[in-house]
């Protein structure tokens, strides 16, 4: 199976602020990574697939790269509704498996 | 418009069982790998199971022998049937369709249903 490291697990930061979350697979995935937002009580949401492809109605200020087994996810300017919990998984086959996830919370 | 309706969560003893039922409307499940997500209390992400288009399904090792996915296709609903429940399969569970092209991510989700394994 191939893991999916998250870091950090937690981030407080400011609205206006830049916000950096990083995932590492642990075995090559090429661009098969997917990014989530989960707002509490809320399904998960796709943001970017594959890796630095925004989904129909995500704001630009998202940001995805990377290939590999080395991706981000960069927020460039943080908006009050986008403090909630982001999570990678990847893509590439069965089983699915996911990072533990960055909480985003306000400083 | 898609749309993923989950139901059947609740309370359960330990060793018991429970179906969940996830009605689908906008697609047709035979036509996508549909599969069930899952989230303990203040957890993150655990996949649970997948039922690939041509009806094969495939389940992570924690819940393998236990759960079972299905569908029917006349009623576009999908299933996870679950038995010898455990404390730690209390969790919300997701039903949701994988994306059609370009490998394997989620594009929808359901609300979740949550079930509780306790005596």
């Known amino acids: 199976d191939i893991q999916m490291t998250q870091s950090p697990s937690s981030v407080s930061a400011s609205v206006g602020d830049r916000v950096t979350i990083t995932c590492r697979a642990s075995?090559?995935?090429?661009?098969?990574l997917a990014w989530y937002q989960q707002k509490p009580g809320k399904a998960p949401k796709l943001l970017m697939y594959?890796?630095?492809s925004l989904q129909s109605g995500v704001p630009s200020r998202f940001r995805g790269t990377g290939s590999g087994t080395h991706f981000t996810l960069t927020i460039s300017s943080l908006q009050p509704e986008d403090f909630a919990t982001y999570y990678c998984?990847?893509?590439?086959?069965?089983?699915?498996?996911f990072g533990g996830g960055t909480k985003v919370e306000i400083k | 418009e898609v749309q993923l309706v989950e139901s059947g969560g609740g309370l359960v003893q330990p060793g018991g069982s429970l179906r969940l039922s996830c009605a689908a409307s906008?697609?047709?499940?035979?036509?996508?790998?549909m599969t069930w997500v899952r989230q303990a209390p203040g957890k993150g992400l655990e996949w649970v199971s997948v039922?690939?288009?041509?009806?094969?399904?495939y389940d992570a090792d924690s819940v393998k022998g236990r759960f079972s996915i299905s569908r029917d296709n006349s009623k576009n609903t999908v299933y996870l049937e679950m038995s010898s429940l455990r404390a730690e399969d209390t969790a919300v569970y997701y039903c949701?369709?994988?994306?059609?092209?370009?490998?394997?991510?989620?594009?929808?989700w359901g609300q979740g249903a949550l079930v509780t394994v306790s005596s």
């Open positions: 906008g697609f047709k499940v035979s036509s996508y790998y």
């Open positions: 949701a369709r994988v994306q059609r092209s370009g490998r394997y991510p989620i594009d929808y």
């Open positions: 998984q990847q893509a590439d086959s069965f089983p699915l498996t």
């Open positions: 039922i690939y288009s041509g009806g094969d399904t």
């Open positions: 075995q090559d995935i090429s661009g098969w």
């Open positions: 594959p890796a630095s």
